[in-house]
């Protein structure tokens, strides 16, 4: 399994982004695909995850509301749409994916990881 993110930049407190990770190597019918960030100095946390047919997702408290995970089927890519940007969404974000229907939010539950695009938000 590969994940390939991408996406990550500088925007403005208050703008939006969108982070894509590329998922390829097997079907992924039957997996969970999830996003998780890491701050400086900070532990890595989960902010998103989905089902790949997209009939259950999750969310961190955090960022309910300002952004959303979703699942293009015909492109294997997962995307995660930002809006509301604070500057405490700056992190370095990965996608990551797991095998089942469970929306963990765990990150030792999932199997592969991408490695990651930066996205640093100024105020």
């Known amino acids: 399994v590969q994940l390939q993110a991408s996406g990550g930049g500088l925007v403005q407190a208050g703008g939006s982004l969108r982070l894509s990770c590329a998922a390829s190597?097997?079907?992924?019918?039957?997996?969970?695909m999830g996003w998780f960030r890491q701050a400086p100095g900070k532990e890595r946390e989960f902010v998103a995850a989905?089902?790949?047919?997209?009939?259950?997702?999750r969310y961190a408290d955090s960022v309910k509301g300002r952004f959303t995970i979703s699942i293009d089927n015909a492109k294997n890519t997962v995307y995660l749409q930002m809006s509301s940007l604070k500057p405490e969404d700056t992190a370095v974000y990965y996608c990551?994916?797991?095998?089942?229907?469970?929306?963990?939010?765990?990150?030792?539950?999932?199997?592969?990881w991408g490695q990651g695009t930066l996205v640093t938000v100024s105020s």
């Open positions: 989905s089902t790949w047919s997209g009939g259950s997702t």
């Open positions: 190597g097997r079907t992924f019918s039957n997996y969970v």
């Open positions: 990551a994916a797991r095998s089942g229907l469970l929306t963990v939010v765990r990150s030792s539950g999932y199997d592969y």
